[in-house]
């Protein structure tokens, strides 16, 4: 189809939602133009492609922008359909993928942020024991969807692996930093195994931060939102 | 792809996110048991079938649920493909209507609900943020007849359901939405032209009385 249009992705490394476009992409071996936003600023080309929720990614496929990350990863399953495909092909199948990639963006990763940026203590702890609660739901959910297999998606990364294996970055830092575990042999021991064979997937490895620069990152983020002026 | 596995819809029938849904069926012709929810008595059907979120719409399909309104419709096109598609074929296209979907989610429900809630600078404030995206829709509607073109399409489904919200919204926030946004209540008359639409669409005075006790009472319990 449109293979031989120019790709860019404006993004920034430490982002889940970037991510997630880069490994679809990875998926489907696409070459593209990484176009870094630096931290505080947006740039002219960020906010031209995203007039409407100015944020990070866009892709830029032929002048074209696409945004929102989920929307992103669908855009390009359907553009470069013949390999790899991302979403599966059942249609029940791919409902219960959707239904578990919304239920990740609007209930469990605003209680993962809530730990980190909770108004208070007592917020902080019930964020984190919805966080722990989601990851069960996650666990049972990865028994019926893997029907054994390594991923979400069966033998290969698909659409919910992409949706979730995105955060192991910050689940990482968030349990060093926390000291405490969410990925769990005990509680959650399919997601451990899963987690592992997502970070070594050939599309996620060079898109994997590493989880102390990712560290770095957040401890660096943090400190500039406590000297930030009162508002 | 289309069967004949018994279709069952859980619903209530103020919900627009349910409203999506039955919309979607009647588009596509599709006969299904419709199954109204008390929500403050759930069924144990819908707790065995949406176990993680308990909410209305379910759609239950040969014994197997989806969840989450526009998940649902998804299905809905994708399995019922044979006619009246809802999402469009070109891949930039169908990015567009998702991300407008998305966008009508995010925004319209969360804040047509601080309207009804908020008093004083705070309900100026949404009210504001409130037209504000109304108006951004205009800019996406353009021209065009539907969000989805010369016909009825995903964004179309995932908006409409709202038009049954204007007059209550009107009311708390002092303003007559055909001067504030006239292309969204043109687009809006239009839709009601197509039966799937006006044939499902709840009463609007019925619909406006029992939306404005349940905000009275909201605001009585603050």
Redesign the interface.
Known sequence: MATTDDVKLIGAWPSPFVMRARIALNIKSVDYEFLQEQLGTKSDLLLKSNPVHKKIPVLIHGHKPVCESLVIVQYVDDVWASDQPILPSDPYDRAIARFWAAYIDDKWFPSLSGMARGPTEEAKKAAYEQVVEGLALLEDAFGKCSKGKPFFGGDRIGYLDIALGSFLGWIRVTEKMGNLKLLDEAKTPHLVKWAENFCADASVKDVMPETDKLAEFAKMLMAKAKSAPPN | ?ADNKKITLLNSWISPFGIRVRIALAHKGIEYDYKEENLSNKSPLLLQMNP??KQIPVLI?DG?P???SM??V??ID??WNQKSPLLPAD??Q??QA??WA??VDKKVYSLGRQLWITTGEALEAAKKEFLDCFK?LEGELGQKPYFGGETLGFVDVALIPFYLWFSALEHCGNFIMVEECPKIVAWAHRCMENDCVSKTLPDLEKAFGFLMEIIKKQRADK
């Open positions: 792809m993680v979120k399909h197997k989806v969840c989450e998940v649902i998804q299905y994708e399995v891949p930039c169908r990015a998702r991300f998305d966008f951004l």
